[in-house]
């Protein structure tokens, strides 16, 4: 699914009201995909508290009220004192919904939390013609909304929030449980220091132009239900070991087995045909007994010392690799004379970032840094956008493809094209969880998948994997291995 910018939503919104609704008609419908969602969704809802501002937003809040009120919903309408400068649309939402003796009308500065759970905070402010920081009354206003205990909800946008970029550090952001945003996300959405602001976040369609759609140009996608089906090829029938490649997973060193053991088994539970381990010499027992389906390559005592190569094989490199002297040599030997695709996770990203080799990485290869290993390699950001925006510049002039690990991962190609994972969760934030993600990928490019389809697909079945861990065990229990053996029942999904 695509992303389009602030402008490029505008042009929709616009492009659609040319091809035949009206933009009143669309503003109501926007707003009975608000109201109906609330109506089914919040069963417990008896008030609601809407806070409106002057543009199409504040419209949108009008006409949620007055379709909440003809539900039988007691409402109260929050407006700026001053000047009522409203948008053509707000206003006459605004006047329709006057003629409604029942609804109390108030200024901001008249609130006065309910502290209800039953009692609902909607913020119907701004949308995406955000232009500035909040300030004043406004400003005042959502900070007081910000420390009610009430459910709070964000029509749109949380107000305060940009549609495409980062908020000023220390501005004020209307604090969302839901937001209820139109037809797209926003990027801001997918950003760790902005998508915090927006809760759990509900697509609404309201019937934008498919067409401008279709044509919209943009760097930025989420990798939706509907890609990933499209991605993901049935495992044939005719087929035989062979036909599903050779993975190799590289890495582990004493004391940090469980690593690579854990890529090993994601690599085969993703349907790896052939799967083998190259890890230092104390791991054997540990591997053998506890995978028995993979093969056991030699490659050192206690650390790597070598890495041998072998033919028609993709190997993914890094976990619990550790950073010895001679692990450095073998792993910088190896990639000078190694010239397809390999997967590249922690050490091995640490050991390039330390002794400035990135040149090392072959062209088509995959890496899978977490944010401070990303710094590591190809330096400091001062936030999330900034770090996106050097990942795209790197991975054109590497070519190679980035997968910018996060609660929502970025996938970025080496044609500067973005897609962000809406799957996973927090219980996913332990040691290991990385390691499975690097069998995962591994395993997809041994199936010849292309390497994008393997990072987009990977990261989309790791994050689903955590979804039914966490169903299953919750948040806080879940293990990175019960990511591997929810594996199977990601598959299972996929192939209904
Ligand atoms: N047909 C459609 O288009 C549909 C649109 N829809 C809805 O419309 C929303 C977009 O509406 P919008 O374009 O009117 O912008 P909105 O976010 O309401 O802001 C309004 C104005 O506020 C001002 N302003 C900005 N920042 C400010 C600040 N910090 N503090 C104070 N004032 C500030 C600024 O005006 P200025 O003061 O700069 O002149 C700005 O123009 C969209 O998110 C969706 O909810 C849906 O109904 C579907 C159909
Ligand atoms: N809060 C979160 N929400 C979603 N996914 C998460 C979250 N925290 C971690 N993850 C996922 O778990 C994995 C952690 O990888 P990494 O930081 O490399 O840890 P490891 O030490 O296991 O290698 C990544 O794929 C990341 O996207
Ligand atoms: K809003």
Redesign the pocket.
């Known amino acids: 699914m695509k992303i389009l910018s602030a402008p490029q939503i505008k042009e929709c919104d616009q492009t659609t009201i040319r091809t035949g609704i009206s933009s009143i008609q669309l503003m109501e419908k926007a707003a009975n995909a608000c109201a109906s969602w609330i109506v089914n969704n919040m069963k417990n809802i008896k008030k609601v508290q809407v806070f409106c501002g002057k543009g199409n937003n504040g419209g949108d809040g009008f006409a949620v009220a007055r379709l909440l009120y003809e539900k039988a919903i007691d409402v109260e309408v929050y407006i700026d004192r001053g000047k009522q400068d409203f948008s053509e649309d707000a206003k006459i939402n605004y006047k329709k919904i006057r003629k409604n003796s029942g609804i109390v009308f108030k200024y901001f500065s008249k609130f006065l939390p309910d502290n209800n759970e039953n009692s609902l905070i909607i913020d119907a402010l701004f949308g995406y013609g955000l232009n500035r920081n909040l300030s004043g009354r406004v400003k005042a206003v959502v900070d007081q909304l910000n420390s009610s205990r009430q459910p709070k909800l964000a029509i749109d946008i949380p107000s305060g929030l940009y549609a495409d970029k980062m908020t000023d550090d220390n501005s004020t952001v209307f604090k969302a449980d839901i937001t209820l945003t139109f037809q797209f996300y926003k990027r801001s959405f997918m950003h760790p220091e902005t998508g915090r602001f927006c809760g759990t976040i509900e697509l609404l369609d309201i019937g934008l132009d498919q067409q401008f759609i279709d044509d919209a140009k943009t760097d930025f996608f989420v990798a939706d239900r509907q890609m990933i089906r499209s991605i993901y090829r049935p495992r044939a029938d005719f087929s035989n070991k062979g036909t599903f490649g050779k993975s190799i997973l590289v890495g582990g060193s004493y004391g940090k087995m469980g ?1 690579v053991l854990m890529s090993t088994l994601a690599a085969l539970r993703t349907g790896s045909g052939l799967t083998f381990t190259m890890a230092p010499d104390c791991g054997y027992g540990i591997l053998q007994s506890q995978v028995p389906e993979a093969m056991f390559v030699n490659s050192g005592d206690n650390y790597i010392d070598k890495l041998e190569i072998q033919e028609k094989s993709v190997y993914g490199i890094g ?1 619990g690799l550790g950073k010895e002297k001679l692990t450095q040599q073998a792993l910088f030997d190896f990639l000078k004379s190694y010239k397809n695709p390999v997967v590249l ?2 050490d091995a990203l640490n050991i390039l970032a330390e002794s400035k080799k990135q040149n090392l990485i072959p062209e088509n290869s995959v890496i ?3 944010p401070l ?1 990303f710094g590591r390699l190809f330096g400091k950001t001062h936030d999330s956008f900034e770090r996106l925006d050097l990942a795209k510049k790197k991975a054109k002039e590497h070519q190679i493809f980035i ?1 910018l ?5 970025a996938v970025v190609t080496p044609q500067g094209q973005v897609f962000y ?1 809406i799957t ?15 069998g995962i990928i591994t395993s997809l490019i041994s199936q010849k998948y292309e390497p994008e389809s393997a990072c987009i697909l990977g ?1 989309w079945l ?2 689903m994997a ?1 979804d039914l861990a966490a169903e299953q065990f919750s948040k806080e229990a879940m293990l ?1 291995t019960d990511l591997i053996h929810k594996i199977a029942d990601v598959f299972k999904l996929l192939s209904k």
């Open positions: 690593s976990p996770d922690a899978t840094p977490h290993e997968v690990k996060d609660h929502h991962t994972n996973g969760n927090s219980g996913m934030a332990k040691g290991g969880s990385g390691d499975v993600l690097t990261v790791h994050g955590g990175p």
